[in-house]
């Protein structure tokens, strides 16, 4: 009896440290409330040197389609071109920054609410199980849950706040398991239970989700490499054999010849520059196509293909123009 004493003393003891701790935790997390710490204030904005970095890049595509056109008009016309795609490029990237940080927050979300469920099975309550929730490694998601338990704290009803968490993410699969939380509450279900079930079933929809990615990259990188290298390729290769055959051709003699031939050699009327041109506008329509694919193939929207863009682009062109030059210079020395 005396040792079944000592053991429940202790465990007394054990449960007391506990809740001081959590009591001591929740009155820094409301005084932070309060002085609005948890609002990060207004990063003083650093000079980002990827725009130099990119700048440089459409400097050197320029500088590429000067070498090959040495003409100001068509120059101006690929200058403007290329900074409109820069800053579309980049308007794409700062939506594509707002989609990364739903996925974050998408991905920490069940540890989230299994937390959650761990402190009401503790015997909180749901504001102080929330507040408690809220961690710096589930981070961006501890802004939202700080805010909604002062929403909480302050008056708002438990469904309301938790809505209004929702609608400030802006995520399909949280709006649906916000929905279905709330829900289970109105029905007077156990709380702590539809939690933890739903962390559970949130945990294998990511899980399936990253297998499903797993299995098609073998497709992203053959799309990647067909179009990054095996078309510009094949393209450097027409250009150079129309730039061959019109030299060939222009050289002949003008008095006809009776050979015995299925097909007759005239003049070709297609510039070489005409097929320069269209090989480029060609590659670059199809760079934007191919991202677009990948980024369906690959996370099940095309809007998230738009960072595959400049970067195929940039190797494509760098492939062809090398390309052009390489085979240039071979058939040179084999015609001369």
Do not use: C
Not at 47 to 70: D, E, Q, S
Not at 295 to 317: A, D, M, N, Q
């Amino acid at each position: 009896m005396k040792k079944k004493s000592k053991k429940d003393k202790e465990f007394k003891k054990e449960l007391k440290n506990k809740e001081e701790v959590a009591k001591g935790d929740l009155q820094e997390k409301l005084s932070k409330m309060k002085k609005g710490d948890f609002v990060h204030p207004k990063k003083r904005k650093k000079f980002n040197f990827k725009y130099v970095r990119w700048f440089l890049v459409a400097v050197i595509l320029w500088a590429g389609i000067f070498y090959f056109t040495i003409t100001w008009m068509y120059l101006a016309i690929s200058f403007v071109f290329l900074v409109g795609l820069f800053q579309i490029y980049f308007f794409a990237k700062k939506k594509l920054r707002i989609s990364e940080r739903i996925k974050k927050m998408e991905e920490v979300f069940p540890d989230f609410i299994s937390l959650m469920a761990s402190n009401l099975r503790a015997g909180m309550t749901i504001d102080h199980s929330l507040i408690l929730s809220s961690r710096s490694e589930f981070a961006p998601l501890d802004k939202e849950i700080m805010q909604t338990g002062k929403d909480i704290v302050t008056g708002k009803k438990v469904n309301v706040a938790l809505n209004d968490m929702a609608k400030r993410i802006n995520s399909d699969k949280i709006s649906k398991t916000i929905t279905l939380i709330t829900s289970g509450m109105s029905a007077g279900g156990n709380l702590s239970v539809l939690l933890e079930e739903t962390a559970t079933y949130m945990r294998e929809r990511n899980f399936v989700e990253k297998r499903a990615a797993s299995n098609v990259l073998m497709y992203v990188i053959f799309i990647f490499f067909a179009v990054a290298i095996g078309a510009p390729l094949l393209f450097g290769l027409s250009s150079v054999l129309v730039e061959i055959l019109t030299g060939i051709l222009s050289n002949l003699p003008s008095q006809q010849v009776q050979v015995n031939l299925p097909f007759t050699l005239t003049e070709i009327n297609i510039s070489v520059n005409f097929v320069v041109y269209f090989s480029i506008l060609f590659v670059i329509v199809t760079d934007i196509l191919a991202s677009m694919v990948l980024g369906l193939v690959s996370r099940g929207k095309e809007r998230e293909g738009i960072r595959f863009v400049l970067p195929l682009i940039f190797v494509s062109l760098a492939v062809f123009f090398v390309s052009r030059i390489v085979i240039l210079k071979y058939f040179s020395g084999v015609f001369a």
